[in-house]
Structures are given as structure tokens and as C-alpha cells.
């Protein structure tokens, strides 16, 4: 469980308890609810983590909403769209192994996360993990209930596939940029599951081609 849940949780067992002491016990059972809808929605379940070459994991349980090409500072991209509602888990996990390139916190509006502008127009953290020659890009976008977005790296850090980098509180979106070239495995209307679901497959380099870029990184 992520650590919120037992902040939240054990607010309201104390808020129960003192309502009960106070009044009479029925006024504490909204209050017990409410701690145990917390501690339900803070789950961090684990996952098995896909191995496959060039695999790419969803960041976030939810329902895929869109699959399609955007341009993306002028380069075509395949853009993944996932929508967490309030009812899935809601820690969120790097989609490849790699080093995070950079991670940018744009202020915005708390438009409904399944609205067509809420991708620019909504508060959001934009993350750049770069591995085995690849780059991807997944933002943390906020929607009307989400008013916190936690992102628990910063930039240089290592991640591995898979790996919890962070959550965002109470229904919102993730949105994944592809290469034009990865296969895409997911469409509209399929279930996903941080972490283990595989959203698309990037073309592997050759074992000597990949050693060589990682030396060019290096100088």
C-alpha cells in the first residue's frame, strides 16, 4: 500500500473514534467508510513485469481511451492514452528501462482527463525516459478530481521497466509518445495494468549497434 493510505486511513479511524465518543457510534460509520474506501484506493499491488525485448508497459491501470498519431514538437508520434478512474490502483510506473532524461512540471486546468484538450491544457508532469537507443515520453496529467501529482525520480536517475516512479491522487491520465515505428498492441476500450500490460513493441537494435550508440552516449 502507498504510504497515503495509512496517513488517510488512520485520520479517519481517529475522526470516527472521536465522533463516537462524542455523539453516538452511528455518526462514526461514514467516517470508518470513508478510511476504508482510503486504504483501498492507495492498493500497490505487485505485478509480473514483462521481459519481452523493445516491450513497453503501461504506466497506469486504467482504460485505454485513445490510440492515434500527434505531433509532438514537430515529429509524428503514436500517443497511447490511458484513463485511471477512481476506481483503479493509482501508482504509476516507468514504461522501459532507462535513464530520465528530463521531467517538467507544467501548471494547467483540472479539465475531465477524458476530454480532448485536457492533454495540453491540463496540470500534468512530462517525464523523458531514454533506454537501448530508445526514447519515450509518458505524462502524469491531472483530471477533475486529481489536485496532486507525485513523481518520486528526478532527472539521471536509473528505472527499470515496470519500476513504481510515482501516483496521481483520485481519477486522471496517462498519455505514453511512441516512435512512429513501435507496434502497438492495445486499442480503444481495452483494460490495462500498470506495469504488466505491454501497450507496444519498440524494434530492438542489433546487440553491436546497441553497444556502439551507448559508447557515442558516453563521449
Given at each position: 500500500?502507498?504510504?497515503?493510505?495509512?496517513?488517510?486511513?488512520?485520520?479517519?479511524?481517529?475522526?470516527?473514534?472521536?465522533?463516537?465518543?462524542?455523539?453516538?457510534?452511528?455518526?462514526?460509520?461514514?467516517?470508518?467508510?470513508?478510511?476504508?474506501?482510503?486504504?483501498?484506493?492507495?492498493?500497490?499491488?505487485?505485478?509480473?513485469?514483462?521481459?519481452?525485448?523493445?516491450?513497453?508497459?503501461?504506466?497506469?491501470?486504467?482504460?485505454?481511451?485513445?490510440?492515434?498519431?500527434?505531433?509532438?514538437?514537430g515529429i509524428p508520434r503514436n500517443r497511447i492514452s490511458i484513463f485511471l478512474s477512481v476506481f483503479d490502483v493509482h501508482v504509476n510506473r516507468s514504461p522501459i528501462a532507462g535513464v530520465i532524461r528530463d521531467v517538467r512540471y507544467q501548471r494547467g486546468k483540472f479539465l475531465n482527463a477524458m476530454g480532448a484538450h485536457s492533454a495540453e491544457q491540463n496540470e500534468q508532469n512530462i517525464v523523458t525516459?531514454?533506454?537501448?537507443?530508445?526514447?519515450?515520453?509518458?505524462?502524469?496529467?491531472?483530471?477533475?478530481?486529481?489536485?496532486?501529482?507525485?513523481?518520486?525520480?528526478?532527472?539521471?536517475?536509473?528505472?527499470?521497466?515496470?519500476?513504481?516512479?510515482?501516483?496521481?491522487?483520485?481519477?486522471?491520465?496517462?498519455?505514453?509518445?511512441?516512435?512512429?515505428?513501435?507496434?502497438?498492441?492495445?486499442?480503444?476500450?481495452?483494460?490495462?495494468?500498470?506495469?504488466?500490460?505491454?501497450?507496444?513493441?519498440?524494434?530492438?537494435?542489433?546487440?553491436?549497434?546497441?553497444?556502439?550508440?551507448?559508447?557515442?552516449?558516453?563521449?
Open positions: 500500500m502507498v504510504r497515503d493510505g495509512y496517513f488517510y486511513g488512520l485520520s479517519c479511524a481517529a475522526g470516527a473514534a472521536a465522533l463516537a465518543w462524542l455523539t453516538a457510534w452511528p455518526y462514526a460509520v461514514p467516517v470508518l467508510l470513508l478510511g476504508a474506501f482510503f486504504l483501498w484506493f492507495f492498493r500497490d499491488p505487485e505485478r509480473m513485469i514483462p521481459q519481452a525485448a523493445g516491450a513497453v508497459v503501461s504506466p497506469a491501470d486504467g482504460k485505454v481511451t485513445d490510440v492515434s498519431i500527434v505531433n509532438a514538437g525516459v531514454e533506454g537501448e537507443g530508445r526514447t519515450v515520453v509518458f505524462k502524469q496529467i491531472a483530471g477533475l478530481l486529481a489536485r496532486r501529482i507525485v513523481f518520486e525520480r528526478k532527472v539521471g536517475d536509473h528505472v527499470e521497466r515496470g519500476e513504481r516512479i510515482g501516483l496521481i491522487k483520485f481519477g486522471s491520465r496517462v498519455d505514453v509518445l511512441l516512435d512512429r515505428d513501435a507496434t502497438v498492441q492495445v486499442k480503444p476500450g481495452d483494460r490495462v495494468k500498470g506495469g504488466a500490460s505491454v501497450l507496444a513493441l519498440l524494434p530492438v537494435a542489433p546487440v553491436g549497434e546497441a553497444v556502439l550508440s551507448g559508447q557515442r552516449e558516453a563521449h
